[in-house]
């Protein structure tokens, strides 16, 4: 007659393994839970990314001489907007370089702004350069507009940092960058643009 197996002791897992199982689920299920109310909040809130544009820009006033000099004044409009219905957002660190032809005018910089849900805020620059010696290219392409196309070209371009919060989510940070080719008539008149900054 065969004799029954004999059983050895069991082995009982560690309490420290059981620890760590437990510890990594709580881990996972708080992670789960957190993607779900994100998720929701972005389906529920449906943030839209804030954004900065050339509302407007008109050449008020060039003066140029034979010896290549050049001095302007500009006015240009700016406008911040927030499309988010239930988010305020922050501007700052708003810098943006004015140039003609390759040539640096002025720096257009803003102080740390609020904009309000679903609302706008518009920044009017007036620049007024100092006399400006143009190498003998840029000398060209200036007594061209002058005679000829009577539309002189500058750039704008810079950059923003926005900052805003979405509900129970947290706060959320982009950063703006904005290039942009104003040609503006030498007759003064409103140039609307259609420039606008893109999110990084």
Same mark, same amino acid.
């Given at each position: 007659?065969p004799?029954? *197996?004999?059983?050895?002791?069991?082995?009982?897992?560690n309490?420290?393994?059981?620890?760590?199982?437990? +510890? %990594?689920s709580?881990?996972?299920?708080?992670?789960?839970?957190a993607?779900i109310v994100? !998720?929701?909040?972005?389906?529920?809130?449906?943030?839209?990314?804030?954004?900065?544009s050339?509302?407007?820009?008109?050449?008020?006033?060039?003066?140029y001489n034979q010896?290549?000099?050049?001095?302007?004044?500009?006015?240009?409009?700016?406008?911040?907007?927030?499309?988010?219905?239930?988010a305020?957002?922050s501007?700052y660190?708003t810098?943006?370089?004015?140039?003609?032809?390759?040539?640096r005018?002025?720096?257009?910089v803003?102080?740390? !702004?609020?904009?309000g849900?679903?609302?706008?805020?518009?920044?009017?620059? $007036?620049?007024?350069?100092?006399?400006?010696? =143009?190498?003998p290219?840029?000398?060209y392409l200036?007594?061209?507009?002058?005679?000829?196309t009577k539309l002189?070209?500058f750039?704008?371009?810079g950059?923003?940092?926005? &900052?805003?919060?979405?509900?129970p989510?947290?706060?959320?940070? !982009?950063? =703006?960058n &904005?290039? %942009?080719?104003?040609? +503006? *008539?030498i007759?003064?008149? $409103?140039?609307?643009?259609h %420039?606008s900054t893109?999110?990084q």
């Amino acid at each position: 007659m065969p004799k029954p *197996p004999v059983l050895g002791r069991q082995r009982r897992t560690n309490p420290f393994v059981w620890c760590f199982a437990i +510890l %990594c689920s709580l881990i996972a299920t708080t992670v789960i839970i957190a993607g779900i109310v994100v !998720f929701s909040g972005y389906l529920v809130i449906r943030p839209k990314m804030p954004t900065l544009s050339v509302r407007a820009a008109r050449l008020d006033r060039v003066l140029y001489n034979q010896a290549g000099v050049l001095a302007v004044k500009l006015t240009i409009v700016i406008r911040a907007e927030n499309h988010n219905l239930k988010a305020h957002a922050s501007f700052y660190n708003t810098k943006l370089l004015l140039g003609y032809q390759g040539v640096r005018i002025a720096q257009l910089v803003a102080n740390p !702004f609020d904009v309000g849900k679903n609302k706008t805020v518009e920044l009017n620059y $007036v620049i007024e350069s100092s006399p400006i010696p =143009l190498p003998p290219e840029e000398q060209y392409l200036t007594q061209q507009a002058l005679s000829r196309t009577k539309l002189m070209l500058f750039n704008l371009k810079g950059s923003s940092r926005t &900052m805003w919060r979405v509900g129970p989510l947290g706060s959320v940070k !982009f950063s =703006l960058n &904005m290039y %942009c080719n104003l040609k +503006l *008539p030498i007759n003064g008149s $409103v140039v609307n643009s259609h %420039c606008s900054t893109k999110s990084q």
